[in-house]
């Protein structure tokens, strides 16, 4: 793949500001200049500096953000500002334009605003469609901190189901445990709007706060809000 064309796939501007960094003397790799556009690189492995900021080529990027409240899980924002704008712009730009939008990475599933915790995002449709099908089951899970205290009765509700309101038949928790007087460990396998907060409420309580802590088998770790990794194709295929 010629450098320009790498530079372009990984989202650092248009093919012609993309010739311009190259030109520029903007990027490196292995210690060395790359100036010529038109210089072929194989991509396997491949890591490279873009004005002193390393960066490895990824064909299909995956990245997990611990999202902290007050974003939106959206390229176009009604109220707060959008998680995108956490993400370093190569990974928002990805692909250039495609249909008169901007590619690049899109939320896997949403979190509402004052939600906080694990967010995937990628550039991959496949994998997007295969993360968020009802049909695939991938656990998620969550930490609720309610307004009144928890009781057995309410955790037995959640397991055996609860009516929403936009469907009769019940939404049951794969499961449910209570963490703390006002707190509760849930894992759910689809994905309908509001789920945590709608069936807390459907079992007699309320939920004040909400914390993604594990999406199938990744989790957190040490990542602070606003602060973003790569995710590995092995990561997701790893059981939960």
């Given at each position: 793949m010629h450098w320009s064309q790498?530079?372009?796939?990984q989202g650092f501007g248009t093919r012609r500001e993309c010739e311009a960094l190259l030109l520029g003397g903007r990027v490196s790799h292995q210690g060395?200049?790359?100036?010529?556009?038109?210089?072929?690189?194989d991509t396997a492995g491949l890591v490279f500096e873009v004005e002193g900021r390393a960066w490895p080529f990824r064909e299909r990027a995956i990245v997990l953000l611990h999202k902290p409240t007050g974003y939106e899980c959206s390229q176009k924002p009604s109220t707060w500002p959008s998680v995108m704008t956490?993400?370093?712009?190569?990974?928002?730009?990805?692909?250039?334009?495609?249909?008169?939008?901007?590619?690049?990475?899109?939320?896997?599933?949403?979190?509402?605003?004052?939600?906080?915790?694990?967010?995937l995002l990628t550039d991959d449709g496949a994998l997007l469609h295969r993360l968020t099908s009802p049909k695939h089951h991938v656990p998620k899970v969550y930490e609720a901190t309610t307004k009144h205290a928890i009781d057995d009765a309410q955790i037995a509700r959640l397991l055996?189901?609860?009516?929403?309101?936009?469907?009769?038949?019940?939404?049951?928790a794969a499961a449910a445990e209570a963490t703390g007087t006002h707190t509760l460990r849930l894992t759910l396998t689809e994905g309908k709007y509001h789920q945590v907060k709608r069936m807390v409420a459907a079992m007699g309580n309320r939920c004040e706060a909400l914390h993604r802590s594990a999406f199938g088998a990744l989790t957190l770790g040490?990542?602070?809000p606003g602060q973003?990794?790569?995710?590995?194709?092995?990561?997701?295929r790893a059981p939960a």
């Open positions: 790498v530079l372009y796939s060395t200049v790359v100036e010529d556009p038109e210089s072929e690189i956490l993400l370093p712009s190569p990974l928002r730009l990805r692909g250039g334009k495609k249909g008169g939008a901007t590619a690049g990475v899109q939320p896997v599933g949403r979190l509402d605003a004052d939600t906080t915790g694990l967010l055996q189901g609860v009516v929403l309101d936009d469907d009769p038949k019940p939404v049951r040490d990542l602070a973003w990794r790569w995710v590995d194709e092995a990561e997701l």
